[in-house]
């Protein structure tokens, strides 16, 4: 929970008080956030959370609990392979609905997949494209496998189409776990007409934008995908 809205997180560890995987865009300009666990749902009960590290481009953050929390279940990441078809579940808090519980199947698997969000916004990660419904509030949430097992971290949706939805896979999640810093973006001129804008993020995955700023519609063209 932030001040500016909520998302989703997944607990996957109890070393110290016990640490939660999110999207970065869940806890963006934060230090600190609250933690609403389901146990504690009925009574509101809000715990506090400091941000460790994040990956921008990536879009993965790391939350480590203050103070400790009795009965955490953690959910492993799975380290078996993954297959187009495959089962996979969602659980996340939809549009505020909480709690709530949806299933698809693996579409497909793509590595470095680029999309854009917003204006110098860019991110680059190995993504699992699923069929399973995400909304805005399902960001950070954990897409498991029928054994539940994490196999990624639900982050986006195409605004082109219907039943396009992406999570950060297992293999960029473990590459940012193992990471010892935090990854920033670059800053652009966000105040460039009509040129080609491309970004250079700082852990070398390239140039992945490629849109106009656009002086009279004041806006940009051809996003990727937006949050969810």
Same mark, same amino acid.
């Given at each position: 929970?932030?001040?500016?809205? %909520?998302?989703?997180?997944?607990?996957?560890?109890?070393?110290?008080?016990?640490?939660?995987?999110?999207?970065?865009?869940?806890?963006?300009?934060?230090?600190?956030?609250?933690?609403?666990?389901?146990?504690?749902?009925?009574?509101?009960?809000?715990?506090?959370?400091?941000?460790?590290?994040?990956?921008?481009?990536?879009?993965?953050?790391?939350?480590?609990?203050?103070?400790?929390?009795?009965?955490?279940?953690?959910?492993?990441?799975?380290?078996?392979?993954?297959?187009?078809?495959?089962?996979?579940?969602?659980?996340?808090?939809?549009?505020?609905?909480?709690?709530?519980?949806?299933?698809?199947?693996?579409? +497909?698997?793509?590595?470095?997949?680029?999309?854009?969000?917003?204006?110098?916004?860019? %991110?680059?990660?190995?993504?699992? +494209?699923? +069929?399973?419904?995400?909304?805005?509030?399902?960001?950070?949430?954990?897409?498991?496998?029928?054994?539940?097992?994490?196999?990624?971290?639900?982050?986006?949706?195409?605004?082109?189409?219907?039943?396009?939805?992406?999570?950060?896979?297992?293999?960029?999640? +473990?590459?940012?776990?193992?990471?010892?810093?935090?990854?920033?973006?670059?800053?652009?001129?966000?105040?460039?007409?009509?040129?080609?804008?491309?970004?250079?993020?700082?852990?070398?995955?390239?140039?992945?934008?490629?849109?106009?700023?656009?002086?009279?519609?004041?806006?940009?063209?051809?996003?990727?995908?937006?949050?969810?």
């Amino acid at each position: 929970l932030t001040n500016e809205g %909520h998302g989703t997180g997944v607990v996957i560890s109890k070393e110290d008080n016990g640490y939660l995987l999110t999207n970065y865009h869940v806890i963006e300009g934060y230090s600190e956030v609250g933690l609403l666990f389901g146990t504690e749902a009925e009574n509101g009960e809000i715990l506090l959370g400091e941000v460790v590290k994040f990956d921008e481009v990536a879009d993965l953050a790391l939350v480590g609990l203050k103070l400790p929390k009795f009965g955490l279940a953690v959910i492993r990441v799975n380290k078996s392979r993954l297959e187009i078809g495959d089962d996979v579940h969602a659980v996340g808090h939809p549009l505020g609905e909480d709690w709530t519980y949806t299933r698809g199947y693996v579409s +497909q698997k793509r590595k470095n997949y680029s999309w854009v969000t917003d204006i110098g916004k860019h %991110h680059v990660a190995d993504v699992i +494209q699923t +069929q399973t419904p995400i909304n805005p509030g399902n960001s950070g949430g954990p897409l498991v496998d029928n054994k539940g097992s994490l196999v990624g971290i639900n982050s986006f949706r195409s605004s082109k189409g219907e039943g396009i939805n992406f999570a950060v896979a297992n293999s960029t999640i +473990q590459k940012f776990l193992d990471a010892g810093k935090t990854v920033k973006r670059r800053d652009i001129p966000k105040k460039i007409a009509a040129n080609l804008i491309m970004t250079i993020d700082e852990n070398k995955n390239g140039m992945p934008d490629r849109y106009l700023w656009d002086e009279n519609s004041n806006g940009i063209t051809d996003l990727v995908g937006i949050d969810s």
